[in-house]
């Protein structure tokens, strides 16, 4: 009787399995600095966006939110609106914008970095400085 026995020996597999991951470290290396642009995009889309707003509420209210209202002042209204009947039924924007990273963008007002407000996200590490995808990016920069 002959043993007939269909299949891959270790040796196929381990050979499929090597090539299957030099691929995906090639794709890896090309795609990366796509993503990196990807986001240092829609840092600077979610800044316009924001700044806009910003700048509708200054436009309603003499003054930009403090640091403390926070970019929430965008979205709902809060009891310490000068003009109340000025506030637009949806709010300025729809929801507050996260980062690439899913942090939310820090909004300081009085500004230190810049002319009218300081509105930032801190990079892909979360913490001030750093280089590449760590960098901060704020509005100053636009």
Request: no cysteine.
């Amino acid at each position: 009787m002959k043993n007939n026995q269909k299949g891959f020996t270790l040796i196929e597999l381990m050979a499929v399995i090597v090539i299957l991951g030099i691929l995906a470290t090639v794709v890896a290396i090309n795609v990366s600095p796509f993503l990196q642009r990807a986001n240092l995009e829609k840092i600077r889309a979610d800044i316009a966006q924001t700044g806009k707003a910003l700048e509708l509420y200054k436009f309603n209210e003499m003054s930009y939110p403090t640091t403390s209202q926070g970019l929430d002042a965008l979205v709902m209204p809060h009891t310490e609106l000068k003009r109340p009947f000025l506030y637009p039924e949806g709010g300025y924007i729809n929801s507050v914008p996260t980062d690439p990273w899913g942090r939310e963008y820090i909004y300081e007002f009085p500004p230190e970095k810049s002319k009218d407000y300081d509105l930032y996200s801190l990079g892909a590490d979360g913490i001030e400085g750093g280089t590449g995808e760590n960098t901060d990016i704020g509005n100053w920069l636009q």
